[in-house]
C-alpha cells in the first residue's frame, strides 16, 4: 500500500501490537491443539510422564512445521508479486 | 496519540496492559472449551453436572494449567515468541 | 502492568467493552454449541420438545461447567502468582 | 475523546453501536457455519444447492433463530451475561 | 442504537471497516473449508482437476448457501423486531 | 481524526494497510492449521518432522495457496466480496 511517510511509524507501531497479539494467540492455540491431542485420562490432577512427553513433541512438531510453512508461504508470495508485477 | 521520545510510553503500557488482559480472556476462553469438550456427556439428559463430571473439570483445568506452562517454556526457550 | 493513574480509566473502559464483547462471544459460541449438539432433523422449522428441552440442559450444562472452570482458574492464578513471588 | 462528566457519552453510545453490529455479524455468521454443516452434502458434485439443501436451509435458520431465544431467556434468568 | 448525528459519519466508517474485514474473514474461511473438504492427495504440488472442479463448486454452494441465510436472517430479524414493537 | 473532504486519507490508508497485514496474517495461520491436520502425525513419538510429513507441508503449502487462488477467482466474478 501507500502509506504516507508520517504515518510510517503508526504503522510499525501497529504491526508490533499484531505481533504480540498473534503470537499470543498461536500460544493459545497451541496449548489447546496439544492439550486436546495428548491429553485423555483425568484420573488424577497431574500430567504423567507419557502426556508431559506427548505435548512437548507436540509443541516442537507444531513449531517446525509452522517454520516450514513460514518459507513456503514467502516463496509463494514473492512468486506471486512477481507475476503481478510482469 | 503516541510518545516519540524515548521516555516510558503510556499507551504502550495501555496496550500491554489491554493485551494481558486479552491473552488471560482467551486463555480462560480455550480452557473452559477444552474441558467441556472432555468432561462433559452431550446427551443433556439434564442441565446439572454429575458427580463425575464435576471432578473431571477440576482435573482437567489443572492438567490444561500445566500444558500452558510447558508450552510456555518451550517456547520461550526456542524464542518462537519473538 | 504498571499502567499512570490518570490511564486508569481508561483502562476501565477497555475493561468494559471487552467484558460485553466477551459476553457476547461466549453467548455465540453457547448457541453454536447447543445447537449442533441438540438439534439434529430438519422436518420442521420448529424446534420440537426434545430439542428444546435439550438446549436448556446444555445451556445450564454449560453455565455451571463454566462457572466451575472460574473457579479453578482463579486458583490456578494466584498460586501462579505466589510462586513468582517467592 | 472520553466524556468524563454523568452526561450520555456519545463515545458510549457509538461503542455501543458497533457493538451490536459486531454481535448480529458474529450471529450471522455462526448461522451460516452452524447450517452449511447440518444441511450441505460434502460430495460436491456441482455448485447448486439441491431442492432439498435449500429446504434445510430454511428450516435450519429458523430453528437455529429459536435457540438463539432460548439461550438469551437463560443466560438472561440467570444474569450471566452480566 | 440511538447514535447522535456528528457520529453517523463516524459509525458509516466503522460499518464499512466492518465489512472489508468480514469479507475477508470469509474469503478465508472458504479457503479453509473448501480446502479440507476437497483436497486429500499430496503426492504433487499442483490441484489435479478433481480437486479443483471440487472447490469450485464447493465455493459455489457456499455463496448460494449464505446468500439464503441471508435473506432468512433478515425476515426472522423484521418478524423479531415487529413484536417487539408490538 | 479523519479527512472529511476528497482528497487522498491518511487514516483510510493506515486502515487499509493495517487490513491488508491482518489478512496475510490470517491466511498464513489458516494455511498453518489446514496443513498441519492434513499432513502431521497426531501420535507424537518425537518432535521432529520425518520426511514424509515435510514434503507433504510443501506440497499441502502449494495447493493451499492454489486454493486462495479459485476461490478469489469466484468470489471476484460474483462480485461477492463487495
Known sequence: ?86 | MSASGGQPDPALAMEMAKQEMDYRVALFNAMVSSCYEKCIDKRYKDGDLSVGENSCIDRCSSKYWQVTGIVGQMLGAQGAMQ
Not at chain 1, 504480540?20 to 500460544?27: A, E, N, W
Not at chain 1, 516442537?60 to 509463494?76: D, N, P, Q, W, Y
Request: some cysteine; proline content about 1%.
Open chain 1, 1 to 86: 500500500g501507500n502509506v504516507p511517510a508520517e504515518q510510517q511509524q503508526q504503522l510499525m507501531q501497529e504491526i508490533e501490537k499484531m505481533q504480540v497479539r498473534d503470537s499470543l494467540r498461536m500460544y493459545n492455540s497451541l496449548v489447546e491443539r496439544c492439550f486436546r491431542d495428548c491429553v485423555e485420562s483425568f484420573r488424577r490432577k497431574d500430567l504423567d510422564s507419557t502426556e508431559e512427553k506427548c505435548v512437548q513433541s507436540c509443541c516442537g512438531k507444531f513449531m517446525k512445521h509452522s517454520a516450514r510453512v513460514g518459507i513456503r508461504f514467502g516463496e509463494l508470495s514473492s512468486e506471486a508479486e512477481t507475476q503481478m508485477a510482469a
